[in-house]
């Protein structure tokens, strides 16, 4: 379909101020926020799924898609009475269309969709991942690209080069598993309900890193995170098998070294390799207390770490890239977008 909105688009590019409605529903959290000029934040409503889902150990599709469909409109309504703006003043509207859960994306872009046809706006599709990074934006006015960002997420593990807003370099990823997934999956052997990212950061700080655990930076610089997963569920069961007990305190902060020093110093690698002078950190496990310390620790650089509540899913990020997207005249979508649930982030992928 031929987009309808596109001869409103020059207008809008003169304008001073740009006001975007971000939309987010591809997971657990039915999240809207409006932001001006990609940096500013008027309004972040984030609704949580995370008591419903604990229930089942894990987030259940099905239900996470019913619950967008209850609970979009109030939130986009609360969002836009919070940011003190009409919907007349909003000038384009951002939605996430992946990667994520199918039918939970289905709700956002629908939705986005209605109001997009309705009201004749410009409708921007979102990468739910390049969004994450331009949580750093948000909380940091300063920071321009080039830098380097480690993206640590639920579903992604990735050091990525930003070249510019909308222009990345994948330096480095996991070949296996995300840093998030595994975060998840060892606190549900360790005992701790979901989410487990957030539960292992606590215990971890009263624990010592007393168990020896795999390094993740596989031969080719690379990461895999599924041996250190398997790692901890061995020792787990060799201490059993000897009728003693893991310390889970201490497991915790064993397992959250393993997991993140990797990280960083390959980090510090590539800061160094490709000669740049600022690092940001994005994604749900960037709000991690240790990766943020050691993150803090790099030397020689100007180190940005979002605010929490902008490191795990928000719809102020989406607004974000919504904005720098469309001022490069990219991903401006038609309203026959749909879903796309494995949608990768854009650039070179390491060899
Ligand atoms: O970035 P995100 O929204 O996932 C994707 O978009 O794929 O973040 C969710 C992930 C979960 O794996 C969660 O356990 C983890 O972020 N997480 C944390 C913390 N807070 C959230 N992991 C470690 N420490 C935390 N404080
Ligand atoms: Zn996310």
């Known amino acids: 379909m031929i987009n309808n909105n596109k001869k409103e688009i020059p207008d809008i590019l003169k304008k001073e101020d740009i006001t975007?409605?971000?939309?987010?529903t591809s997971c657990d959290e039915t999240a809207c926020a409006v932001v001006k000029n990609g940096r500013e934040v008027l309004s972040n409503v984030i609704l949580s799924q995370i008591d419903i889902h604990k229930l089942y150990g894990g987030v259940v599709p099905e239900i996470a898609s019913r619950n967008h469909v209850e609970a979009i409109e109030k939130v986009a309504d609360k969002a836009l009475q919070e940011s003190g703006k009409t919907f007349d003043e909003i000038?384009?509207?951002?939605?996430t269309y992946g990667a994520g859960l199918v039918g939970a994306l289905l709700v956002g872009v629908s939705f986005a969709k209605g109001l997009a046809q309705t009201t004749n706006k410009p409708l921007i599709a979102v990468n739910h991942i390049e969004a994450h990074i331009c949580?750093?934006?948000?909380?940091?006015?300063?920071?321009?690209?080039?830098?380097?960002?480690?993206?640590?997420?639920?579903?992604?593990?990735?050091?990525?080069?930003?070249?510019?807003y909308t222009h990345y370099e994948i330096l480095a990823s996991t070949v296996d598993d995300a840093v998030g997934e595994a975060f998840d999956k060892v606190a549900r052997v360790l005992g701790y309900p979901y989410p487990g990212g957030p539960n292992i950061d606590k215990f971890a700080k009263s624990g010592k890193n007393i168990y020896k655990l795999p390094n993740v930076v596989i031969k080719n610089g690379n990461f895999s995170y599924s041996g250190l997963k398997t790692a901890v569920i061995n020792t787990l069961h060799n201490y059993q098998q000897k009728g003693l007990m893991v310390n889970?305190?201490?497991?915790?902060?064993?397992?959250?070294?393993?997991?993140?020093?990797?990280?960083?110093?390959?980090?510090?690698?590539?800061?160094?390799?490709?000669?740049?002078k600022k690092v940001a950190v994005a994604g749900g496990v960037?709000?991690?207390?240790?990766?943020?310390?050691?993150?803090?620790?790099?030397?020689?650089?100007?180190?940005?770490?979002?605010?929490?509540?902008?490191?795990?899913?928000n719809a102020a990020m989406v607004a974000s890239i919504g904005?720098?997207?469309?001022?490069?005249?990219?991903?401006?979508?038609?309203?026959?977008?749909?879903?796309a649930p494995t949608l990768k982030l854009r650039g070179k992928k390491p060899q």
Do not use: W
């Open 323 to 339: 904005y720098f997207l469309f001022k490069e005249n990219k991903d401006i979508a038609s309203l026959d977008l749909n879903a």
């Open 248 to 276: 889970k305190e201490d497991m915790c902060a064993s397992f959250t070294h393993a997991a993140i020093d990797g990280l960083v110093e390959r980090c510090q690698f590539f800061l160094k390799q490709h000669n740049l």
């Open 286 to 313: 960037a709000a991690n207390s240790y990766l943020r310390q050691k993150v803090k620790e790099i030397e020689y650089v100007d180190v940005y770490l979002p605010e929490r509540v902008y490191c795990t899913d």
């Open 20 to 24: 975007v409605l971000g939309i987010e």
């Open 91 to 95: 000038d384009i509207i951002a939605v």
């Open 135 to 164: 949580a750093n934006y948000l909380t940091n006015p300063q920071l321009t690209p080039p830098f380097l960002c480690l993206l640590a997420s639920g579903g992604h593990t990735a050091i990525v080069k930003i070249k510019g």
